[in-house]
C-alpha cells in the first residue's frame, strides 16, 4: 500500500509570505506527528494528533505555526509571517493506533524562506 | 543535557564487512524504547530496528542488530556485511513512556555511514 506522502516536496517562499504544508498519512493510521529538520540535526518533534485533535502540540515553536486534521486523516501544517528561520526540512509520520512503536515517515517538505 | 548522543559525525566501511555506530542516551524514565532510522539522500526516514526497555534480548531485522547495554545507556547499531546502498544518515532516537507523552521521538544528531565499493 501507499506509504505517507506529502506536499509539496519543495516550498520556496518569501520573508512574511503564508505556507501550507501537506501530509497524507498511511490509510487507517489514527496517528500523525510533524517534525521538524534543521540542516545538520535530527527531526525534532512539532505536533501529534490522534484522530481530529491535536493531542500534543508542545513543540510547535510560537503561535504563528498551527496544524489541523479536520477528517482525521490529512493533515496540513500552517505558517503564517514566515521567517528566514523556519527554513528547515517538515517531516511527517503516522503510526497504527494502539501502537507507537514504529512511525512511518514521508519524503518531507523542504521549505525555503528567502 | 542531551537525552541522545551520537559521537560519530562521519564513519566509513568497507564494503562486506560490519560497522557500529553508537549512541548514549540520558533517561530517568524506566519504560522507554529505542530507535534506529536510516535517511538516505532522498530524505525518506527509514524505520530500522527497536529496543524496548525491558526487552531482554537485543533486537536483530536481519543485517540490523541493537547492541544495548542498559547499565551503560547505549544502544548501538550494528550493521553486518555492508552493502554500497547503506550509505545514509542513521539516526538514534528514543521514546520516554512517562507523562503520557509515549509517541514523542527525540532523535540524536545522527551518523553519516559511507560505504566504501
Known amino acids: 500500500g501507499a506509504g505517507v506522502s506529502q506536499t509539496p516536496s519543495n516550498k520556496v517562499t518569501e520573508k512574511g509570505k503564508y505556507v501550507e504544508l501537506r501530509c497524507d498519512p498511511i490509510?487507517?493510521?489514527?496517528?500523525l506527528y510533524w517534525y521538524r529538520q534543521s540542516l545538520g540535526q535530527g527531526p525534532e518533534f512539532l505536533i501529534y494528533?490522534?484522530?481530529?485533535?491535536?493531542?500534543?502540540d508542545s513543540g510547535l515553536p510560537n503561535d504563528r505555526f498551527f496544524a489541523v486534521r479536520p477528517e482525521g486523516s490529512v493533515s496540513t501544517l500552517k505558517i503564517q509571517r514566515t521567517e528566514r528561520g523556519d527554513s528547515a526540512v517538515y517531516l511527517c509520520?503516522?503510526?497504527?493506533?494502539?501502537?507507537?512503536?514504529?512511525?512511518?515517515f514521508g519524503p518531507g517538505t523542504r521549505l525555503t524562506v528567502l | 543535557a542531551q537525552k541522545i548522543t551520537q559521537t560519530q559525525p562521519g564513519m566509513f566501511v568497507q564494503e562486506k564487512e560490519a560497522v557500529t555506530l553508537d549512541c548514549t542516551y540520558d533517561?530517568?524514565?524506566?519504560?522507554?524504547?529505542l530507535f534506529w532510522y536510516k535517511q538516505p539522500s532522498s530524505g525518506e526516514m527509514i524505520f530500522l530496528i527497536y529496543?524496548?526497555?525491558?526487552?531482554?534480548q537485543n533486537a536483530t531485522e536481519g543485517r540490523y542488530s541493537l547492541n544495548f547495554q542498559k547499565a551503560r545507556k547505549s544502544a548501538n547499531l550494528v550493521i553486518s556485511a555492508s552493502q554500497l546502498g547503506d550509505s545514509a544518515m542513521y539516526f538514534c532516537?528514543?521514546?520516554?513512556?512517562?507523562?503520557?507523552?509515549?509517541?514523542?521521538?527525540?532523535f540524536g544528531k545522527g551518523t553519516l555511514l559511507t560505504v566504501n565499493p
Open positions: 494528533f490522534q484522530g481530529t485533535g491535536a493531542a500534543d
Open positions: 509520520a503516522s503510526s497504527a493506533a494502539g501502537t507507537y512503536n514504529e512511525q512511518f
Open positions: 490509510s487507517g493510521h489514527t496517528a
Open positions: 533517561t530517568s524514565d524506566p519504560s522507554y524504547g
Open positions: 529496543q524496548g526497555s525491558y526487552d531482554q
Open positions: 532516537a528514543m521514546r520516554e513512556a512517562s507523562g503520557g507523552s509515549n509517541y514523542k521521538l527525540t
